[in-house]
């Protein structure tokens, strides 16, 4: 049998040395972590497209859609993700459109809060205040 995997999108928006980050709510995969915003693509989606629709219907809020900075595979027990982090840019102020909770979140905050695993290495790098690449 083939496992499943998904292709998902997130959105890394900076503000004030904070980030943007939603709450998975409780029942879902990987409920109540902590998440950047973003979600699953939809057969013959781009990654930017994905991305601005997911921004859309879960927070109400234009994107610009700038660098990847960052992509990573992760093997959870009942499927494979592949992720694409992307810097974005808010055009207008977000809004919990689906219920969920959403908070900024300070850079050297962002490792008390539970993260889904495949986010650990993204979250290392972003509160310890690393340099993007190329930068």
């Known amino acids: 049998?083939?496992?499943?995997?998904?292709?998902?999108?997130a959105a890394i928006v900076e503000r004030d040395d904070g980030f943007l980050v939603t709450r998975r709510p409780?029942?879902?995969h990987l409920g109540g972590h902590w998440e950047f915003p973003g979600g699953k693509c939809?057969?013959?989606?781009?990654?930017?497209?994905?991305?601005?629709?997911?921004?859309?219907?879960?927070?109400?809020?234009?994107?610009?859609?700038?660098d990847e900075e960052f992509a990573t595979t992760h093997a959870y027990a009942d499927r494979d993700v592949e992720l694409h982090f992307f810097r974005c840019e808010l055009r207008g102020e977000p809004r919990a459109c689906l219920g969920q909770e959403i908070r900024w979140v300070a850079r050297g905050d962002l490792p008390t809060l539970p993260f889904p695993p495949a986010?650990?290495?993204l979250i290392a790098r972003l509160?310890?205040?690393a340099p993007r690449p190329g930068a």
């Open 1 to 9: 049998m083939t496992r499943q995997r998904i292709v998902v999108t």
């Open 26 to 28: 409780d029942g879902t």
């Open 42 to 66: 939809e057969p013959g989606e781009t990654l930017a497209e994905c991305l601005l629709r997911e921004m859309l219907e879960e927070l109400g809020v234009a994107v610009i859609v700038c």
């Open 119 to 121: 986010d650990a290495e």
């Open 127 to 129: 509160a310890g205040g």
